[in-house]
């Protein structure tokens, strides 16, 4: 067996997720369900085991307890190996530098002595929020051919929205001569995907210095990006074509679960060359009586009522005469007789009583707006009465 | 509970149901839409605490390897005891079992090896849940030498079985094979339970004297020599016994009541293959039915059973069917009380129709 791995992967999965409100009250962003029998982590994961990168750390700090017990020993991704696989990496206390995750840049550096076991060239640094398919083999491909220390996948990005996103300004030949963080007047519509691969000699060494650095907050766009490009290290832009979302926001996550709906969807997930992975639930198939349009349906459900242009997760119950419409439904929920849901995202083992009436229809909910632009969002285990009213665009984390 | 080691024999009663038997055991028939009917045998001892399982295999068990793997998902994927598989033995003065009782002397050396104090038996072509653990403390109690579990129904006409009369402690007093069909009896359901030494007395005994049957050269003439008992199993139990047997217990599942009772306890243990979620079209019609991840339904789908990765075309309207793995149905097809093997492939347009008593069988990976 061999003895050493070519390239490691270090999956950020330790931010709280706040925009994503209730439903990251109380576990990680990466756990956050989705597509109807998945998590968040399941694409970087099976993205991972799909390019042929079979050691990945996963850095968990905030509520890591679900994700944690998600990820496991890795076996649903294949990732249960007697050499590498996937590890869980907490902070950890020190002889004598004990500290929470400081920033990204920080995470990865109290790491160093996890990815040395290994002895890897190279580091491919990810993040857990993200839904996408990507071949990382590619890109590490190009970062090879370039001879580059450090290469971003990028891709294009609408230049109105560019300054959400950290931008890549670049030379023909793909290598970068500026990096910009969110900036207000962007120079390039390139975007970079938190996705890098570094020569792991260069990072080891940026992160020390980074270490060193009072000043720094520690953070890869912020600090170990610019400071490599002013030391004159080569940077490469790789760019990547196809569907990639950063589910970091409500509309966000609802949005890339409606891409999924169709016969042609934007982002099709029954894909037998490049499997999502996931740990599939031990529930029997979906029983359906009712009514299921342009819907996705995962295991276990018993749906009686009427559903359209919604994502209904594992182990989900629509009773008779209920209606869910235009919604996200996580798993473990039960949706009431005559109760009616639309443009909602519901978090896992939620109740919704007889006649609740939860969110508005998408056109008068639009109109809402506000911070989940008019989506109603229940969280994990929140429970609603019978009759009881959640209006469009509300938070809800506790009983109503 | 008292240890116990498990034995499943994963090809018993094949002849019952030819079609679906020919390319696999019976244990890896495809039933309920993502299981295979070993799964409801197996996934009952791990139910009850039963950590070591021999399974004994016969011919054309490569598709029943291929489900079970190392037991993972079983959770009998283990160092110590764990899901061993027991080919068949043959050798120059012996060819493939035939019966049973040569199967289980195929399996002396696993049982020998086992320290465990009792052993259950059981076939895999039947859908219930046991808790054999219960099954083993009523043995204990009653001093049995062997406890043979009965379910109470219908005879109905199979290639071989069994039904017996008990005395009013539960004691075996008469053994009928292949009796009349048609009244309702205490039909032995082939789960046996014993201690590990006297199954392993029995097996001695039995190539001594050169008995061929089970049935009728050990339990039968038993009833007066051994403490045999009979241990009621309640609720629900159906075994294929023929194709239209199969097809009504794929259908029992659609029973909201049943489904509940085999599966609400979310326990049935099966291979995961990561499907995608099932993907309904706006223009699908769904009614009663269960539908497996994978799926894609454009047409209109009632009282059937779709296995995995099952593409329904536009306008096709499948009635009272149960369609297995990755099957392609295609536009406008009219299917009606079919049974279709694995990876078949239904042209547009297709006309296809059985009835209740006799499915149309469409075999594996067959084009129409």
Redesign the interface.
Known sequence: MLKKKECVAMLLAGGQGSRLYALTSNIAKPAVAF???YRIIDFPLSNCINSGIDTVGVLTQYQPLVLNEYVGNG??WDLDRTFGGVHILSPYEAKTDTSWYKGTANAIYQNIRFMQMYEPEYILILSGDHIYKMDYDKMLTAHKQSKADCTIACMQVPLKEASRFGILNTNPDGTIYEFEEKPANPKSDLASMGIYIFTASKLFKYLELDNKDPNSENDFGKNILPTMLNAGEKMCSYRFEGYWKDVGTISSLWEANMDL???VPNFE???RNR????K??????????G??????????G?IEGR?VNS??GT?CVIEKGAEVIDSVLMGKTVVKAGAKVNYSIIDEDVVIGEKAVIGAPINEALKVGGKTAGIAVLGRGVNVKKNGVVPAGEIVDKNV | MASTVGVIYSSMNEENIPELTRVRSMGSVPI????RVVDFALSNMVNSGITTVGLITKSNYQSLMDHLGTG?YWDLARKDGGLILLPPYSDETETLYKNRLEALKGATAFLKKCNEDFVVLADSDSVYKLDYSKVIDYHIEKNADITMVYHEHEVVKSHYYMTFETAKDGRVKEIQINPAVGSVKKNYINVMVARTSFILRLIQDAIQHGYKSFGRDILSPGVSTYNIYGYKLDGYFASISSLSKYFEINFD??N?EI?NE??GN?????K???????????T???????????C?I?GTVENC??FRGVKIGRGAVIKNCIIMADNIIGENCNLQYVVSDKNSVIRDNRVLAGCEIQPYFIGKGVLI
């Not at chain 1, 599939?280 to 009586?289: E, M």
């Not at chain 2, 990561?274 to 706006?282: E, G, L, T, V």
């Open positions: 597509g109807a029998k076996q649903p709906l169709g016969v997930l029954d894909d499997v999502i992975h996931s599939s639930p031990l529930a029997p198939p979906a029983y359906i009586q009514e299921v349009l342009n819907s996705l349906v995962a295991t276990g018993e559903v994502v209904i182990d | 309920g839409g993502r299981y993972k599942l659609l909201k489904r085999i599966f979310r326990d049935v243990y099966t995961v293959n990561d499907s995608s979620p099932a993907k309904f079209a706006d699908a019609c769904v009614k009663n039915s269960l539908i497996s991840d994978g894609l454009e059973i779709l």
